[in-house]
């Protein structure tokens, strides 16, 4: 891995582009759901808005919250964060690529997780702990599907490291498909495999709709915003941020393991990019139209959703195995 | 008034006398690396050798003795009363040390039964009815470990008619190495035979539980590396696989009950079972390697090993002693009862937080060091394509992965239930504030914990020489250049020191940012309780609940009952009172320990029956029969 | 090349729509993933005519497709709007520890696959893997489901298992061959159908 200026500058721009793009992808999620549902919607810039207003607004604070809820929300926005430098999105190479592990993201996901939980619990209220117990409880099971997802993918093409691993996938496919050599090295089933049990994760890590309903006003339906709900002023407005930042990183794995492409110089960064966004357009659709046709599940029910996404990146570890 | 005075005389004393001999034994080990001597006395020589891994491991107890030590300077004056404390927990910490400097077997099994006797004793200080059974079911099942390695010894003994460690090089065939694991596994806690670990580990006093937890099961480790990768013939690589898989069950298991437990020493305890059973997975990876002969996976896997019983070790003890501070300040340890406390210690709570994030494998800090290390060598190993192997160390890292997210809830719920929020009764509400000396011994395994977590590179080419010791090879500190994996170089890399600067300065900037271009304005006011101003701190929510969806999907993994008792003749929906109870059995000590149990009884039952009934003919005739059987032994077996 | 892993593709899908199956409760759906699965089967088939380009894949692939896809499936809502059954299905063990047992089965398929099968299967590396993963959750299906209707649906899913592992081994059987097995297998789904009525007619009054 060699350092190169290049690569780092370019490295930045393409975090800060993703980190700016984070909730323009959610609005428009959002936009399409209420469009599918035959309201006239949001704006889709609504959610740069919000932030900015919440960002005005003044915090209130719990009697009995303790330096957990000064720091959770720093810290939960700052490991997304960490886990965007590590992505490669649209450039080959990223900030942190040298060391982007796939063992790493899973466990700074739960990271994350683990704070906004404590957060939850800190102010002794009711729903935190019970937003708590259910955050846990999906991360759960959700975590060694991603695992699993994320060991498949490394495996499948014998790289441990994110940039290296869509690289590798990348250039795979551009060989076979465009020269036809080293057809035996790709496969088609592996991907789709992992791309259904990546999304069913990402359903159940982001909040969306037939596991968790954030947008109904009944605490007692909520997973991820009864964690949240005694966050006020700027912290709400860097959970809010975080948890676009964490559809993000979901979305462009996603989006990646659909149709790797990426930059490797300078010069095509402009298709790149294009075709990036509308991957991810593509993507954001795909949830919108899940969350649309699909009604909230029941809690129980979760576990078989979960295990079949668990089954299926099992499935495809095996086809990998037997590549070797 | 005399009395008053020189109350504290023993603790002083012992404590200091402790971290004295730790650090006289260290400097011994290091300046006596690599050379042997004998102790004659007039009918026993002992013979101690200071090889790597004994120095890695006088090391090891030394510096977590010493901030043990450090911490019940002042913890201990609550058992002032019973200096005998003081006493046994020197001596428990001298056998550790003489036991893993120990270079023939008559040493080592003599100081491996003080260890267990000291232990034991330990054990049942408290002199509760609770205590007296744990350190009965303790001392039974460990000495049925001794059995085991007593015969793992003496077999090693006629095979090689020595008594020496020197000897036993490349000796231990298939049977000597499955009596010593399964005698050692019974004292580090593995699945199976874990049934003694959480009840006896939480009765002793915290500073005990601290020792035991963080320090003595590592012995059986020391003795399993010592058999596998010293004394072992060499033969057999299915071993390293049913390690591997022993080790995957008890991490799932051990974090499964950890997470059920309301008790916080026995939550510890439990996780101390998932942490042994990660230590036993790389040890059966790296074994499996070593056979296979897949080398840089051996080393690597040897290094999550050792690694993992640093990080264990610190984490451990740093919360079994935090526990002790909360027993001690607000006189229970059930976390229902608990609450709030971070307001009250809030410098316990900082410690006690960054303790919990290492143990439970959070980046950047140590624990999840140990963990990527395993990860990274399980899938060197479904790398190397062995039919069986790729199969086993796939259903690992599915089983680890679980345990990994299962132990972030465990202790997201030790955490938050404890020292958030409201303070559930008068015992949380009326903590006093710890002493600083006890937050120093806290502190100083923290403090390492920061370190190896964040720039491990000193400490893993430290490592090396263990592991060159044990396998031959060496790892290569430096993660930026390359890990090596199997087949491939530089598969994979984490940065710790990168990620953990990166993180820092990140967090300074948004602070700042956040600081600068946001409202900087605060008010603090009431938790919102849906408008009700009730101020009820149970409806908060309580331990058990937490757990209790986790629980309900692995249900298959417990064998809990739980019931909700109404009043009778009361409206459907009001009533005045409910109970509900609930209970989490062992599912191996319920299905396993007590039929077999029942079992032993019967049989022993009808052997009572048929002995007394007899009269003095039928005794003389089991005298002459016991006789002619051990003759038999001799002539057909011994000779 | 790209036919391969487009077959590829179907034979998992098969495997798939069987995992859904098992952590799905709903009888329906089951109908319609075992319509799915035999579509897959039935393109598999397909794939295979196009690449050996025998007549006798073909024929397979049209008597697959009507069989299978349409006919049994039709039957079977048939049967189903007439007993007026449960939605749910009745399970001796919990959908997640199925799935999980799904899982491991796989695993064992594939190892029993890698220690019999060195060579020999023509088309699409591991459709013997598949077949027998396929075999197996198709049984445990059987095994583990309360209801008869879920046991028909394994039963099927077993045949339709045993159908891929010969067409994976074999160039296509014989086309007598098939359409006799088909019309068993369709006189078999009819009488169990009848079986059904009655038993629901008999019990109910």
Same mark, same amino acid.
């Given at each position: 891995m060699n350092f190169n200026g290049q690569h780092l500058i370019i490295g930045v721009v393409q975090f800060f582009i993703v980190v700016i793009l984070a909730p323009f992808f959610a609005g428009f999620i959002h936009k399409l759901k209420q469009r599918a549902r035959g309201q006239k919607g949001i704006n889709i810039f609504q959610f740069y808005i919000n932030f900015n207003k919440l960002l005005k607004k003044e915090i209130v604070l719990s009697k009995d919250a303790t330096f957990i809820s000064n720091i959770a929300p720093y810290i939960v926005f700052v490991t997304y964060l960490i886990i965007l430098l590590m992505l490669p999105a649209f450039y080959r190479y990223s900030l942190l690529g040298m060391s982007s592990d796939v063992i790493l993201i899973a466990y700074s996901l739960a990271l994350a997780t683990f704070f906004m939980t404590l957060y939850a619990m800190d102010q002794g209220s009711a729903f935190g702990g019970l937003g708590a117990a259910r955050e846990w409880f999906l991360t759960v099971l959700s975590e060694p599907s991603l695992i699993f997802i994320f060991i498949s993918l490394a495996i499948y093409t014998k790289q441990?490291?994110?940039?290296?691993?869509?690289?590798?996938?990348?250039?795979?496919?551009?060989?076979?498909?465009?020269?036809?050599?080293?057809?035996?090295?790709?496969?088609?089933?592996?991907?789709?495999?992992?791309?259904?049990?990546?999304?069913?994760?990402?359903?159940?890590?982001?909040?969306?709709?037939?596991?968790?309903?954030?947008?109904?006003?009944?605490?007692?339906? $909520?997973?991820?915003?009864?964690?949240?709900?005694?966050?006020?002023?700027?912290?709400?407005?860097?959970?809010?941020?975080?948890?676009?930042?964490?559809?993000?990183?979901?979305?462009?794995? $996603?989006?990646?393991?659909?149709?790797?492409? $990426?930059?490797?110089?300078?010069?095509?960064?402009?298709?790149?990019?294009?075709?990036?966004?509308?991957?991810?357009?593509?993507?954001?659709?795909?949830?919108?139209?899940?969350?649309?046709?699909?009604?909230? $599940?029941?809690?129980?029910?979760?576990?078989?959703?979960?295990?079949?996404?668990?089954?299926?990146?099992?499935?495809?570890?095996?086809?990998?195995?037997?590549?070797? | 008034m005399d009395n008053l005075k020189h109350k504290g005389i023993f603790r002083y004393f012992f404590n200091c006398l402790t971290i004295l001999s730790a650090a006289f034994f260290t400097v011994l080990s290091i300046y006596c690396f690599k050379s042997e001597f004998i102790v004659q006395s007039s009918?026993?020589?002992?013979?101690?050798?200071?090889?790597?891994?004994?120095?890695?491991?006088?090391?090891?107890?030394?510096?977590?003795?010493?901030?043990?030590?450090?911490?019940?300077?002042?913890?201990?004056?609550?058992?002032?009363?019973?200096p005998s404390l003081f006493i046994y927990s020197f001596l428990f910490i001298i056998s550790m040390l003489i036991l893993v400097i120990s270079n023939d077997m008559l040493t080592f099994l003599i100081f491996w039964e003080l260890m267990s006797i000291f232990s034991f004793l330990l054990v049942i200080y408290e002199g509760s009815e609770e205590s007296r059974k744990a350190g009965f079911l303790y001392f039974l099942m460990t000495h049925i470990g001794t059995i085991l390695i007593t015969a793992a010894f003496i077999m090693l003994y006629l095979k090689t008619s020595s008594f020496s460690f020197d000897y036993y090089k490349?000796?231990?065939?298939?049977?000597?190495?499955?009596?010593?694991?399964?005698?050692?596994?019974?004292?580090?806690?593995?699945?199976?035979f874990h049934t003694w670990l959480p009840y006896a580990h939480p009765v002793a006093p915290a500073n005990i539980s601290a020792v035991m937890s963080g320090v003595m099961v590592n012995m059986a480790i020391y003795g399993i590396l010592k058999f596998l990768f010293v004394f072992s013939a060499g033969s057999n690589s299915f071993l390293g696989i049913i390690l591997l898989v022993i080790g995957a069950l008890s991490a799932l298991l051990g974090i499964m009950y950890a997470m059920a437990q309301k008790d916080i020493k026995k939550l510890l305890a439990f996780s101390t079972i998932e942490n042994m059973g990660i230590i036993f997975m790389g040890i059966g990876v790296s074994y499996w390697a070593r056979i296979e002969n897949f080398k840089s996976l051996e080393y690597l896997?040897?290094?999550?090993?050792?690694?993992h019983i640093i990080n264990h070790g610190l984490s451990k003890s740093s919360l079994f002693m935090?526990?002790?501070?909360?027993?001690?300040?607000?006189?229970?340890?059930?976390?229902?009862?608990?609450?709030?406390?971070?307001?009250?210690?809030?410098?316990?709570s900082v410690l006690?937080?960054?303790?919990?994030?290492?143990?439970?494998?959070?980046?950047?800090?140590?624990?999840?060091?140990?963990?990527?290390?395993?990860?990274?060598?399980?899938?060197?190993?479904?790398?190397?394509?062995?039919?069986?192997?790729?199969y086993f160390s796939i259903i690992a890292i599915a089983l680890l992965s679980l345990a990994g997210a299962a132990g972030g809830a465990a202790f997201t719920k030790l955490f938050g239930i404890t020292f958030l929020g409201k303070p559930r009764t008068a015992n949380a509400e009326n903590a006093k504030k710890s002493h600083v000396i006890e937050r120093i011994g806290i502190a100083l395994p923290i403090l390492l914990c920061i370190y190896i977590g964040v720039y491990p590179y000193q400490i893993i080419s430290g490592l090396n020489s263990v592991i060159f010791y044990l396998t031959g090879g060496t790892v290569n500190p430096n993660p930026f250049s390359a890990v090596g994996a199997v087949k491939i170089h530089s598969f994979s890399l984490y940065a710790p020191a990168v990620i953990a600067a990166v993180f820092t300065v990140l967090l300074l900037i948004i602070l700042f940012y956040f600081k600068l271009f946001a409202s900087d304005k605060k008010r603090v006011f009431e938790t919102w309780a849906c408008g009700l101003d009730e101020k009820n701190p149970k409806a908060q929510y309580s331990g058990s609940g937490f757990s209790s969806s986790i629980m309900k999907v692995f249900s298959s993994f417990y064998s809990s009952f739980s019931e909700i008792d109404f009043e009778k003749d009361v409206k459907k929906y009001f009533r005045s009172k409910?109970?509900?109870?609930?209970?989490?059995?062992?599912?191996?000590?319920?299905?396993?320990?007590?039929?077999?149990?029942?079992?032993?009884?019967?049989?022993?039952?009808?052997?009572?029956?048929?002995?007394?009934?007899?009269?003095?003919?039928?005794?003389?005739?089991?005298?002459?029969?016991?006789?002619i059987v051990c003759f038999i032994i001799y002539i057909f077996i011994i000779r | 090349?790209?036919?391969?892993?487009?077959?590829?593709?179907?034979?998992?899908?098969?495997?798939?729509?069987?995992?859904?199956?098992?952590?799905?409760?709903?009888?329906?759906?089951?109908?319609?993933?075992?319509?799915?699965?035999?579509?897959?089967?039935?393109?598999?088939?397909?794939?295979?005519?196009?690449?050996?380009?025998?007549?006798?894949?073909?024929?397979?692939?049209?008597?697959?497709?009507?069989?299978?896809?349409?006919?049994?499936?039709?039957?079977?809502?048939?049967?189903?709007?007439?007993?007026?059954?449960?939605?749910?299905?009745?399970?001796?063990?919990?959908?997640?520890?199925?799935?999980?047992?799904?899982?491991?089965?796989?695993?064992?398929?594939?190892?029993?696959?890698?220690?019999?099968?060195k060579t020999g299967i023509t088309f699409g590396s591991f459709v013997f893997t598949i077949s027998l993963a396929t075999f197996l959750i198709g049984a445990m299906l059987m095994i583990t489901r309360k209801t008869l209707f879920s046991q028909i649906i394994g039963f099927l899913t077993i045949d339709n298992a045993i159908f891929l592992a010969a067409n994976s081994i074999t160039h296509g059987m014989p086309l007598l061959v098939e359409i006799g097995i088909l019309f068993d297998l369709f006189v078999s789904i009819l009488i169990l159908s009848l079986l059904i009525l009655n038993l629901r007619r008999n019990v109910a009054a």
């Open positions: 441990g490291r994110i940039t290296d691993i869509f690289y590798f996938i990348q250039k795979g496919a551009e060989n076979a498909f465009l020269t036809g050599s080293g057809s035996s090295a790709v496969s088609v089933a592996i991907p789709f495999l992992l791309f259904i049990s990546l999304f069913i994760v990402s359903i159940s890590e982001n909040a969306r709709i037939p596991i968790d309903n954030p947008e109904t006003h009944l605490e007692l339906t $909520m997973f991820h915003e009864a964690n949240i709900l005694e966050a006020s002023g700027k912290h709400l407005g860097l959970y809010e941020y975080g948890s676009y930042l964490k559809l993000t990183v979901f979305l462009t794995v $996603m989006s990646l393991i659909l149709f790797p492409y $990426m930059a490797v110089n300078i010069y095509q960064i402009p298709i790149a990019f294009i075709i990036y966004v509308l991957k991810m357009i593509i993507l954001c659709a795909l949830i919108a139209g899940v969350e649309t046709v699909n009604p909230k $599940m029941r809690v129980f029910r979760v576990p078989n959703i979960l295990s079949v996404s668990f089954i299926l990146s099992l499935i495809a570890m095996i086809l990998s195995i037997r590549r070797f | 009918f026993i020589n002992f013979s101690f050798k200071f090889d790597a891994l004994s120095l890695f491991f006088v090391i090891f107890i030394s510096s977590i003795s010493l901030f043990i030590s450090i911490f019940s300077i002042k913890y201990g004056d609550k058992y002032d009363d019973k490349g000796a231990a065939g298939i049977i000597i190495l499955a009596a010593a694991i399964t005698g050692f596994s019974i004292k580090a806690g593995i699945m199976p896997a040897m290094l999550a090993v050792l690694l935090g526990s002790g501070l909360i027993d001690k300040y607000t006189h229970t340890r059930n976390m229902e009862k608990l609450g709030g406390l971070s307001k009250k210690m809030g410098q316990l006690f937080l960054i303790g919990v994030m290492s143990i439970s494998a959070m980046p950047p800090l140590n624990g999840f060091l140990s963990e990527w290390y395993l990860y990274i060598s399980l899938i060197g190993s479904v790398f190397t394509g062995n039919l069986y192997m790729v409910s109970v509900y109870t609930e209970e989490v059995n062992d599912i191996v000590e319920k299905y396993i320990y007590i039929p077999a149990g029942k079992l032993y009884f019967k049989i022993s039952d009808f052997f009572n029956r048929a002995a007394n009934s007899a009269n003095i003919n039928v005794s003389l005739g089991y005298l002459f029969l016991t006789l | 090349m790209i036919m391969e892993k487009i077959a590829e593709l179907f034979i998992i899908l098969i495997l798939v729509s069987v995992v859904l199956n098992v952590s799905s409760p709903f009888i329906k759906f089951a109908i319609k993933l075992y319509s799915f699965q035999s579509l897959m089967l039935a393109f598999y088939i397909l794939m295979g005519a196009v690449h050996f380009n025998s007549v006798n894949l073909y024929g397979s692939f049209v008597i697959t497709i009507i069989f299978k896809v349409i006919l049994i499936p039709y039957f079977l809502f048939k049967t189903l709007k007439k007993v007026k059954m449960d939605k749910e299905i009745d399970m001796y063990i919990g959908i997640p520890e199925a799935v999980v047992f799904a899982g491991s089965l796989t695993l064992l398929s594939n190892l029993i696959a890698q220690k019999i099968v």
